[in-house]
């Protein structure tokens, strides 16, 4: 069925280091990879997302990288800062399933002083 | 992108009791989902909200518990029926194909956070 796993559930980084998570999907059909970030309390936020058409997606500090042939996506976070502390969710899209949105089960990132 | 508003935006329930959430966006979209959030968790679809007709229910929901509406473009409608302290959670819905937005682009609302008492 369709599945995305995401790793790590937890990531620690210093302010100014880069994060990066990643994620695998099961459907080599997936065309639209979307990653939210949700701050404790808030509504889930889209930061960006990738299309099967592309290789990899750039905006301001924050990239996505997308691996057709391995089934799986990476965030990229570069020059952390505090206020990127917050749980990142991947998704995807799958074949048939229209509009529908898988989600992973989420990465905690931690960016310290 | 679409601005979305739910109501109420939290609440306390006893069990065996009913609720329904509202979601209104301030513009026609073509498409509205719901969506469950249990604490510390990722989100579960629980369904797809289809103008004029019934919604169509994920694997491990159902209608008799959780009755969808949407009369139209704008509005939706969920119901959490017979409740139990498990059905604690924060529900979301979500919109696609706002104006001036990507069709495949999903928006969320902002969230009710439900306890079941």
């Known amino acids: 069925g369709e599945n995305v796993e995401q790793h790590p559930s937890t990531l620690s980084v210093q302010e100014g280091d880069s994060a990066v998570i990643k994620c695998t999907y099961s459907?080599?059909?997936?065309?639209?990879f979307p990653w939210y970030k949700q701050e404790l309390g808030k509504r889930p936020q889209l930061i960006i997302d990738?299309?099967?058409?592309?290789g990899e997606k750039k905006d301001q500090r924050i990239a996505v990288t997308l691996n057709k042939t391995a089934k799986h996506f990476s965030l990229h976070i570069t020059e952390t800062q505090p206020e990127d502390s917050a749980v990142y969710f991947c998704a995807a899209t799958f074949t048939g399933t229209a509009s529908k949105l898988t989600f992973g089960t989420g990465t905690r990132l931690q960016v310290t002083l | 992108s679409a601005v979305i508003s739910q109501k109420p935006s939290r609440d306390i329930c006893q069990r065996g009791t009913s609720l329904t959430i509202q979601c209104q966006v301030d513009?026609?979209?073509?498409?509205m989902f719901w969506y469950r959030q249990q604490p510390g968790q990722s989100l579960t679809l629980i369904a797809t909200?289809?103008?004029?007709?019934?919604?169509?229910?994920e694997s491990g929901f159902v209608i008799d518990k959780f009755p969808i509406s949407r009369p139209n473009l704008t509005f939706s409608t969920l119901t959490v029926s017979n409740m139990s302290p498990e059905d604690s959670s924060i529900y979301l819905c979500?919109?696609?194909?706002?104006?001036?937005?990507?069709?495949?682009?999903?928006?969320f609302g902002p969230g009710t956070r439900l306890t079941v008492l």
């Open positions: 990738i299309r099967s058409n592309v």
């Open positions: 513009s026609q979209v073509t498409m």
């Open positions: 909200a289809n103008q004029g007709s019934e919604a169509t229910y």
């Open positions: 459907d080599s059909a997936s065309n639209y």
């Open positions: 979500s919109v696609q194909g706002a104006a001036r937005t990507r069709t495949d682009t999903q928006y």
